[in-house]
C-alpha cells in the first residue's frame, strides 16, 4: 500500500499471494480507510489478485460495490493484463452491477506507470512516488527471498 496525502492517492496490491480468506475484510478496511482518507484517487493492481471465487464475487456485489460507489472518489484506475481475463469478467460484470451509482471516472490500465500518470495529471511528485514504491517492492522481495 502506497497513500500520498498531497495527491489524494493510494495504491494497493494483494500481497497474500493465493490464500484470499483474507479478501473479504480487508476489502472492508479499504473502504474505512479510504472514507477516514478522503481518497480522491484509487490505483487497486488486480494482477495479483487470485481469481476471484463465486463467493467472493458474489460478497463484492452485495457489500463492497455499493459503499464503493458512496465513496468520495474522482477516479479509481485498476491494472489488469490482459491475459488475466477470469478477472477482467469479473470486473466487468461488478462494473455493471453498480454502474448507474458510478460518480467517478474508472479506467483499466495495463501498467502502473501510465495508470499513475493519468490518474495524477502528470504531477511532479510521480518520480519521488515510484522510487517510494520501487524500494518497497525491493525490500519485499528481499525478505520473501529469505
Not at 492517492?9 to 490464500?19: K, M, Y
Not at 518497497?136 to 528481499?142: E, G, I, L, T
Request: aromatic share 8%.
Amino acid at each position: 500500500m502506497q497513500y500520498d496525502q498531497v495527491l489524494s492517492v493510494l495504491r494497493l496490491e494483494w500481497t497474500s499471494g493465493h490464500d484470499t480468506h483474507a479478501l473479504q475484510p480487508s476489502s472492508q478496511q479499504l473502504l474505512g480507510l479510504i472514507r477516514t482518507l478522503k481518497v480522491r484517487h484509487l490505483l487497486l493492481d488486480m494482477n495479483t489478485v487470485p481469481d476471484l471465487s463465486p463467493a467472493d464475487q458474489e460478497w463484492l456485489g452485495d457489500h463492497w460495490m455499493p459503499e464503493l460507489v458512496t465513496l468520495t472518489l474522482e477516479r479509481l484506475v485498476l491494472i489488469i493484463d490482459s491475459f488475466r481475463v477470469h478477472n477482467q469478467l469479473a470486473i466487468d460484470a461488478l462494473h455493471d452491477l453498480v454502474q448507474p451509482g458510478i460518480r467517478f471516472d474508472a479506467q483499466y490500465f495495463t501498467d502502473s506507470e501510465s495508470a499513475l500518470h493519468w490518474l495524477t495529471d502528470g504531477s511532479s511528485r510521480l518520480p519521488a512516488l515510484s522510487a517510494e514504491w520501487n524500494v518497497r517492492h525491493y525490500s519485499q522481495a528481499v525478505h520473501l527471498a529469505r
